[in-house]
DNA sequence: GTGAAAGCGCTAACAG
DNA sequence: CTGTTAGCGCTTTCAC
C-alpha cells in the first residue's frame, strides 16, 4: 500500500520548493535548465503525476470534454469520435463519451451535466430536432458536428456535394433514371439537403424525380426499393442517402430478383463487404472529427472564434 | 459571467454551517429534518452543485471508473456497455469508455493512464492474448468481460452452452451433419471453448467432426463455408461461432446458390434483417453489462471479493 | 531563479 | 444535532 507521492515529496526529493516543482510540471520558461533537468529526473524515476482534481480545483480548468453521439455503435460516428479521441486525448483532455439515441431531452441532460461537472467544452454529433435552447453558455464550447446550427461552431459533410457526385457518376456509366430513396424532410441534411441535390440534377439532366422518402432503417430502405421499382419499372439506379439505407434497398434487389444500379453515402465496410457493385460516397468522417477536435481547443484555450466548416466527400467505387 | 457558487455560499443564505450542508450533500442522517429541508431548498434555488475536484481531492475517490472495449463499434460489446453506464452513472461515476483494438499493450497503456488518473475501478473487455501481468494493484477493482482471468473478477457467456443449444435445436430440426465455422484456438472463449462443445456433441450423437477455424471477419466467415461445402458437399447445416462469420457465410451461400441451414451467435440485428432465417443464440449481453457493473461497484464500495460470473444463454430463432 | 504562504471547495475530526 | 478548524495537492502572487 504505498501511498500516492505528492508535488512536496517530489520537491523534497529534489532538493527544491514545490513552486519549482509545479513550474517544471507546467514548462514555466522561469527554471534554470539544470534545475528543471534534475526535477524531471525525479519526477521520472518516482513515477510521479500531479492530481488532476488538485490542478483543476486551482485552475478552475478540469481539462475534460464531453463527446455526444447519437449512437455508439453508429459505424460512422464511430469514424469521427476515434479521430476526436486521438486529437483531445493527446491535448490532455479527458473525453467522456455519451450517447444522446437521438433525443433533445438526452442531449439536454448530458449538457447540464457536463455543465455541473464543469467540463471544458463538448462535441454534438446533431440529428433532426435538436434542440438547443437553454445552453447559451456553451455558445464558445461547444462544436455541433453535421449539421449547422446558429450561434455555435459546426463541422459539416458535404451532403450535396455527395448526391451530386454520385449521380454524375451515375450519368456518366450511362444512367439515365435514377430513383432516389431519401429520408423524411425534417432531417434537414440527410433528408432536406440530400434530396435537393437530387432534385436539382433532374433539373439540370431534365429528368423526372422519383423519390420515396423514409426512416433511417435498413427496413425502410427495402420497402422504398420496392415501391420505387413497383412505381417505375424501369428505374436504372437506385441512389440512396445513406448506406443503411442502400443495405435494405440491396436486400429488396436481392429477394426480387430486380436490376439496378444501387449506391449509398457513408462508405460504410459491411455494405462494401456484402454488395460490393454498391458505389458509395467517404463523407471523410475521421477528417470531420479531427477538424471538429481542433476547432474546439483553439475555441476553449485560444479564444478562436466560432466558425462554421464544411469538409469535401469523395466518390468510393470499384469501377 | 455569474461565478459559481460554493457551498459556503449556501451555507451562508442557509444561515448554517459548512458542515451542515455538507452533511445535507452526503445524505448523512445526522440533520435535524427541518434543516436538512431548508438547506435543500437553497441548493435547489440557488441551482447549486458540488464541485468534483475539490470533493475528489478531499475523499481521495473520483467517482470515476474506465471501460476498456476492445471495439467501440462493436454491436456485441456496445449493449453491453450502454447497460454499465445505466448502473454506473446511476451510481453517479463518470464511466471514461477506452478502445484496445485487440491490443495488450493498449490495455496496459489506459491502465497506467487510469491508474494516474486515479480511477476508482475498470471494466475490461477481453480478448486473446490479453495479458495483465503488471497490474497486480487493479485485481480488486478490475472486472474482466468475455473470459475468466485468474485474480480478477470476471463475467462470462455461456460459450459452450450456446453451441450446444443451438446444435440440439439443430438436430431436433433434422439436421445431421452440421459443420462448424470456427475461431482460431488462440481465442480461448469464441475459439476452444465454442469448438470444444462442437466437438462433444459430435462425440455424444457419434458423427464426425467436420470444421474451419479462422479470423473473426465476415470474409473468414465466407471462406470458412466456402471449403467445408467442397469438402463435405453433404453437409447440411453450417454452425457459426458468431453473426459475423455467419454473415459471410451467409454471402457465401447466397452467392454460391449452395443450401444449406446456417447458424450464428450473438444475435445481431443486422443478420436477423438480411437473413432471418439464419437461427442465433442470445449471449445476454446486456445483462452481462449490467452483472459486471454491480460487481464492480460492490467491489469498490463495500469490498465484496473478486467473484467469476456466468450468464445464461438463450436460442433466438423463427422456426 | 527560487521559495514561502495563501487559498481553490470540500469533508472529517473534534468540540460544543 | 451543529459549527469550527484543519487540511487534501496544487498553482500563484509576492517576496527574496
Redesign the interface.
Known sequence: MKK?LTISDIARLAGVGTTTVSRVLNQDPKVKPETRHRVEQIIAEAGY?P????R??RTQR?QVVGVIVSR????SE?QA??AM?QVLEQAGY????M?SGFSSDKVAEHLNWLR???ADGAILFAFSGLALDGQADWQDKLVVMARRYPGFSSVCYDDKGAIGLMLEHLWRQGVRRPAYVGVELRDSTTGQQRLEAYLDFCRAQDIAPHYRLGGLS??AGLEAARLLLKEQADTDALVCASDTLA??AA?YL?QSGKAATLTGIGNNE?LR??FPAVASVDLGYPQAGTAAARQLLAQIEQGRPIAELALPCRLVSTD
Do not use: Y
Open positions: 500516492r503525476a492530481s488532476p482534481s488538485a483543476a480545483m478540469q455508439l455503435d453508429s459505424a464511430h469520435v476515434r479521441l479527458e473525453v467522456l463519451l450517447e455541473l461537472r464543469q435498413h427496413q443495405l435494405g436486400k436481392q459491411l463487404f456484402l
